[in-house]
Every structure is written in C-alpha cells, then in structure tokens.
C-alpha cells in the first residue's frame, strides 16, 4: 500500500494521479496507523510551513513520520518539512535533514517563485538510477535548501546551487515536483515505488 500524506497543503491529488497513471493505488490518509503500516509513503505539499507543521503536530504525524521505517518521498513542501527549520513563518520543522530551508534573496534579477522547468545536476542515490544530468523538471518554490552532504541532485537558479533532492536512510526528497515533470518525473516516482 503507498499511502500519501494529507495535510494542509494542496497538490495531494496530482501526486494520486500521477502514482494512478503508472498503475499504482495509493490511499490519502493523516491517520497515523494506516501511515506506519504503508509499504511506501509519500509526503507532497504546496503550502505554508508554519501552519502545515501546526497540523502535524496536531494531528500526531510528526512523530509518526520521524519514526517511519519504510521508503519515505517528500515533494515540495513535503521535503521542506522534513529539514530542521525555515525561514517561511519561522517554522520548527521535522529534523529529519538537519538543514534549514532559507527564503531566495530578492532582487538579483531573477523572479521569485522560481517556477518553471529547470534542470538537476550531480544526481546520486537510488531515485535517479534511471534518469540523466541535466534532465528537467518542473519547479514551483520561494523557498530552497542549502547544499549539503545529503544532497541527492543539485540545480541552479539565479546564481544560487541548491539541493534540488535530498536523501539519508530511508528518507528521500525532492524540491521540484515529480507529477508535473512528464516522463523524467514518472522515472524518478517508478524508482522510488521499485527501487527503494
């Protein structure tokens, strides 16, 4: 079973689409017995740190997801969450990655969001067996991790490397959104159902 996140964040339901196109049930659930038994969870998001961590906590998740021992996605937001802390409402996050997520510094020419196809680079890890440097994807993000030791794929934008993915044990994320990425995104979701 691959059980997805739902939380109060939007996009849920183009990742269940997704996973559906390449024939893969999923069940929406924030209940954290179904979560702790899934073969696989994924944790996407487009929303606010601060209030979707609220929920979390709230509904009990944020222990349930530390604790988690299956193969593990955060998209987006989700793999935001999954860092110490961010600068979006001064979120204390999940700590998985102890890395904070730091706002794009305006003014420097390029537009904040970025949004739009950008590549990845330095792919390392068991998500992108399948996929290419320099392959694109789609972005949509004010917000960006730092590069570090956990960086999994790594893309550029307005000067600034970022970790574009992330990866330590069982956990894996990614900034850009493998639902919205075509045929590299339905690669990179594949990998992360069969090869981890």
């Not at 069940?27 to 179904?34: A, M």
Request: with cysteine; aromatic share 10%.
């Amino acid at each position: 079973m691959i059980a997805v996140i739902r939380y109060s964040a939007g996009n849920v339901l183009s990742v269940m689409n997704a996973l559906a196109r390449i024939g893969k049930d999923t069940v929406l659930t924030d209940d954290p017995g179904v979560i702790s038994r899934a073969d696989h969870v994924i944790f996407p998001g487009v929303g606010e740190a601060s209030s979707a961590m609220k929920y979390l906590r709230d509904h009990g998740l944020d222990d349930v997801i530390r604790n988690l021992e299956q193969p593990f996605l955060g998209i987006c937001l989700g793999m935001q969450l999954m860092c110490s802390s961010s600068d979006e409402g001064s979120a204390e996050c999940l700590g998985i990655f102890p890395e904070h997520v730091s706002l794009f510094p305006p003014g420097r020419g390029f537009k904040i969001p970025h949004m739009g196809w950008n590549t990845i680079d330095n792919l390392s890890g068991p998500l992108f067996r399948n996929v290419q440097s320099d392959e694109y994807v789609y972005f949509v993000h004010s917000y960006y991790v730092p590069l570090s030791e956990y960086a999994s794929a790594v893309t550029e934008y307005d000067g600034i490397s970022f970790s574009s993915a992330l990866s330590k044990d069982n956990f894996h994320g990614v900034q850009f959104h493998p639902e919205k990425s075509g045929k590299t995104g339905e690669r990179i979701l594949r990998s992360f159902l069969e090869a981890v």
